[in-house]
């Protein structure tokens, strides 16, 4: 095992006891602090609170009286803490506290820290400035008013005024449309770390910002944090919570990090995703706690108008040591992956009652940039998945998405509209308790997905498996303890799978060029 | 523009009358005009020319469109009647002039958004595409039918959205080059209408800038407007009546924004 320092900002630090576990230690352990501190904790990846900026640390793990890993940092310097309560924010649940927290954001200088503290401070919309750090407290809650009539307009496009291009602020489901600004909102902004103990609530409910949810009501339902064209951005510890829409959107952003984390939404809440980074670039989310009304993460990379357009894929991203739960996918690729993904590492996470485990979505009309290469699965336990492994290149969304275009099985034309999917690996996978499918891969016939491997993936089933459809695309039956059921791909390769428990046979294979078994 | 109710009963006249007439062209521009105003207090009026558009349409089943004076009248019986409709013209129709394309097409992608499944967008985007516009009134015509299929399509199939939008600006183009002062006497009545109505329709929908576009269309539309009572044409006075309607939608959008006259997808 091995103790090591993730993050370390002005008042807090995050690290990770490595070869613990995945998400979970296996074994609870403790971290003594040089200064005294003695914390406890049962997840490999902990944050640290209480500490000096400009402060040298060493920090020491200990596991059954045992040291098991140590290491050093140094904290952040910190001028000066602007308290929001200074600036007028009241933090009642009452008054509206925007322009104060706004007024103390814009106040803050280079190596200051912008605090919030313990109290309910409702807002609209707050946007962060550069070089920014905005602390909230333990018991610290930001929340969201949710009152259309108070929030700004990210408008979709605005011509230039020459006439010859536009620009582009909002966006919805991957088309630049006019929504309503984040909780949150980050704007062309750089080195903002964002930290904490506290809370940063939507407010969104069944009566506000999720009733009529599929109506463009004005505009589009707000993210509960926004980031766009955003480059060097920490969240850490914090917990958000109640999105009106996707939780946390980085879109077109680079150098992010997302550390221990609790990202919770109503398990029925409408497309309340966890975290969406759409034509992003270099992303690390570890140690983060996700459990949502919708995808846990979602890959992305915009639709085809916006592919074509920018051409930026989401590349570059490892998820470690994370754990979803509920939700309908842990980790999925798609569906609005117009401009490619490619580099993605998912390893050491755990997963847990969500509907599909490692998923892929896409269709037809996502166009010839969107090609999927590089991508990774590494060490996952999921419990409980109904179908661990997706990939479904019929996905059936968008308004035309149960178009004959979409669902045919008949091989079409490659076109500028037909995506591909190159190498997917799904290595050191265990999945118990599923219930529909051990897998479930659809490839297009006319653009086969070039090579799966699976390699030492296990597969066993709840004792009472229930049935349901393993993927969301046209003429899907409802299967209940299937096996891998796989079809249009090129190049299959099967390293020590097992499939314990299925109903019919293990692997049934259909449109498949060649199947390499060991 | 603002509402001018003496005016609008004048054309109100007017267009009862043409609902008897079997040009098709300007019918289904008078009943276009007749959708847009229907929806403003005192619109009854201009709802009853509406559905007499409505049942015509739904008599003529194959000599004359009337899919959108189907659906816009409101009924859903008429809802279902066009989209069958649709269905039976899109199989017979060739859609090879601007004209074919004004009558035809925005009527069918209205019926696609209500009862398709906006698989057959990218076909009617393919269809207007290809129609060749020449003439000022054929870029005019074009330029109109494109901004229409865009307000009553479903915004999300984007890629054909901006597919419209691409359509509209290309003949935007061709047309700026066209005109000029020198040439503001030649142009003809139904070019002018029928132009600037797609650029204040474009103006309320965001594709291009109000800033820049909203008063000019309505200045050069103007002086055909003043002379539109006495034209014989139908088509003239069933597209004056189509500009007045959407100089009222364009003004009150000016006036209080997106909440009032800005189009809302649903």
Redesign the interface.
Known sequence: MELKLLWAGMRSAVVRLAGSGLYHARTPYELVLSDGQRIRTDTVVTSVYGLVPGQAYEITAYQGGQEVGSAAFVTGRESVTLNVRDFGAFGDGKHDDTAAIQCAIMASRKRSRVLVPKGVFRVSSIFLKSHLHLYLEKGAVIRGIPDRDRCPILPGTIPTTDGKDEKNFGTWEGNPLDMFAGIITGLHVSDVTISGQGTIDGGAGKNTWWKDFRTRNVAWRPRLIFLEDCSRIVLQGITLQNSPSWTLHPYFSRDLQFLDLNIHNPADSPNTDGLDPESCSRISVIGTKISVGDDCIAVKSGKIYQAVKYRTPTCDMRVENCFMQDGHGAVTIGSEIAAGVRNIRVKNCEFSNTDRGLRVKTRRGRGQLSVLTDIRFENIRMDHVKTPLVVNSFYFCDPDGHSDYVGTKRTLPVDERTPSVGKLIFRDIEATGCEYAAAWIAGLPEKKIEELVFDHVSVSYAQNPGSGQPAMMERCGKESAAGLIISGVKNLTLRDVTVNGCKGEPLVVDDVDSVART | MKRNRQAESSLLLGLSDMVQEDGALAGETASRAAAALAHYPGGDSWMNVLADFAAQGADQQTSWCGIAALILSGDEKNTLLAARKAQSCWQHIKVSTPQDAYIYLPGLVLSETKTG??????DYLKALQDVPAVSEEDLALVMETAVECMEWM??????VY?GFQAVFENCLARLSRMRGPETEALQSDASVLFSSCALLRACRL????TS?YAEPAEKTCARVLKRADESTDPLIYAASALVYAEGIRNRDYRDYG??NGGV???
Request: aromatic share 18%; proline share 0%.
């Open positions: 499944t906006r698989g057959k967008y990218f479903d915004q999300a199939v984007y890629e901006r965001g594709a291009v800038l820049e997106r909440k809302l997808w649903s």
